[in-house]
Nanobody, 118 residues
Framework: QVQLVESGGGLVQPGGSLRLSCAAS????????MGWYRQAPGKQRELVAE???????GYAEAVKGRFTISRDNAKNTVYLQMNSLKPEDTAVYYC????????????WGQGTQVTVSS
C-alpha cells in the first residue's frame, strides 16, 4: 500500500506562485510516472503535468511556460512549481503515481485546494 501526502496548496493572488509537494510513502517501482491532475467544479479532471522516473515530462497546454514539474526519486517525491498563477488555475490538485510497467498499480493523493483570487 502506498500513501501520497500532499502539501503546498492555499490561497494566492493572481500573478503569484505556489509550490506543491507530494511524497509517496514508498516506491512502487523503479520505473514509474508521477504527476499532477486538477479538477475545478463542473469540469473534468485534467492532467496538468507528469514526469517519469527517467526524466520525461509532459504539460497541459494551459500551463506550459508557467508550471514546472520536478522529482526527487530518492525521496519518492514530486513537485509542481506554479508561477504566474491565474484565476483559471483554481482547482483541487491531485497527485498521481503509477507504475510504468504495471499501470494498474496506481495511486491518488487526497487532493489539495489551490485558489487564485484577488
Amino acid at each position: 500500500q502506498v500513501q501520497l501526502v500532499e502539501s503546498g496548496g492555499g490561497l494566492v493572488q493572481p500573478g503569484g506562485s505556489l509550490r506543491l509537494s507530494c511524497a509517496a510513502s514508498r516506491s512502487i517501482s523503479s520505473i514509474n510516472v508521477m504527476g499532477w491532475y486538477r479538477q475545478a467544479p463542473g469540469k473534468q479532471r485534467e492532467l496538468v503535468a507528469e514526469m517519469s522516473s527517467g526524466g520525461s515530462t509532459g504539460y497541459a497546454e494551459a500551463v506550459k511556460g508557467r508550471f514546472t514539474i520536478s522529482r526527487d526519486n530518492a525521496k519518492n517525491t514530486v513537485y509542481l512549481q506554479m508561477n504566474s498563477l491565474k484565476p483559471e488555475d483554481t482547482a483541487v490538485y491531485y497527485c498521481h503515481l503509477r507504475s510504468a510497467l504495471m499501470p494498474t498499480l496506481a495511486y491518488w493523493g487526497q487532493g489539495t485546494q489551490v485558489t487564485v483570487s484577488s
